[in-house]
């Protein structure tokens, strides 16, 4: 598989992104599960960025040699177990210096499948009482500044009218409260070349995330590299065209959807987008320059 912004690995890069934990694994003794998990290391700060379903981290940390125990920072996506099943795994190997997230996360989440059964899919770590006693947790309410170049952007607005909420997703088991996802976010990184943007599963919609990135957090306009779950496993064609539409006037380097993304969705952004539009399964590693 070719990565066309890899950079060589005996390069020294300050900045360094392996996928930990996703759907699909791309080399020999990687696992994956339905889930996903990034770790980061910036300038020799390793930071997790969501923690998988909780099946493969430890394992698959040990084979790509991400050391857990080094973790310095924690950052949560949302509140859905696929995301979040990894923590405990997390805390027992690492004492995080903080943990940034919306405090949203802990909250029960249901979904109504198409065949009309319901399942809880909410948060899978540790109480959140034990959490917020064992280590700094810090509300993201706003964008908020981790590192002198990485930022988790907060609650994203929405403002594009064909991303609105989904109706499958709910608070309560009798789903008679929507889930409006008040916890989505992402992660940006100011890199030296690109805005690397590391996406959850995007339930705020791409576009909007995206958009509100340029519009709130970018100090520099810069061509965007975007990583991660697009939710749109279950899209149709329009709504893949609109996507598609929308992702062409963001200034896209390279596109990596994966997890919740869909293979429907790969395929029809590599055929209509005129730059990379490739996988991201766990075991995959992307270096670059840090500003």
């Known amino acids: 598989m070719s990565h066309p912004i890899y950079r060589k690995e005996k390069e020294l890069n300050m900045l360094t992104i392996t ?39 430890e394992h698959n940390a040990k084979v790509l040699n991400c050391q857990l125990s080094s973790v310095k920072y924690l950052v949560l996506s949302h509140g859905h177990y696929d995301h979040t099943g990894g923590i405990q795994a997390v805390l027992q190997k690492s004492a995080p210096e903080n943990i940034f997230a919306h405090p949203f996360v802990f909250e029960k989440r249901y979904i109504r499948d198409n065949n009309g059964s319901i399942r809880e899919i909410g948060y899978r770590g540790p109480e959140k009482e034990l959490v917020t006693n064992t280590t700094h947790f810090t509300p993201v309410l706003e964008p908020t500044q981790i590192t002198e170049t990485i930022y988790a952007s907060g609650p994203i607005p929405r403002t594009v009218p064909f991303e609105k909420s989904e109706p499958c997703f709910y608070l309560d088991p009798q789903c008679t409260q929507l889930d409006t996802f008040p916890d989505d976010q992402c992660l940006f990184i100011d890199s030296k070349d690109y805005g ?11 576009i909007n995330t995206l958009t ?9 306009e810069k061509k965007m590299i975007v990583i991660g779950g697009l939710h749109l496993h279950s899209a149709t064609e329009e709504r893949l065209k609109m996507t598609a539409d929308a992702l062409l006037s963001l200034d896209i380097s390279a596109l990596y959807p994966c997890h919740c993304s869909g293979f429907k969705s790969l395929v029809y952004f590599n055929t209509y987008l005129p730059f990379p539009c490739l996988p991201a399964p766990a075991g995959s590693v992307f270096n670059f320059y840090s500003s």
Not at 197 to 206: A, E, F, Q
Not at 212 to 220: A, E, G
């Open 19 to 57: 996928v930990l934990c996703e759907n699909t694994a791309s080399k020999s003794g990687v696992l994956g599960e339905h889930g996903l998990s990034f770790f980061i290391q910036e300038n020799n700060v390793p930071i997790i960025f969501d923690t998988g379903a909780g099946m493969t981290i």
């Open 196 to 206: 690397v943007v590391l996406l959850g599963c995007t339930h705020s919609g791409v």
């Open 212 to 220: 509100y990135l340029r519009k709130n957090i970018m100090k520099v």
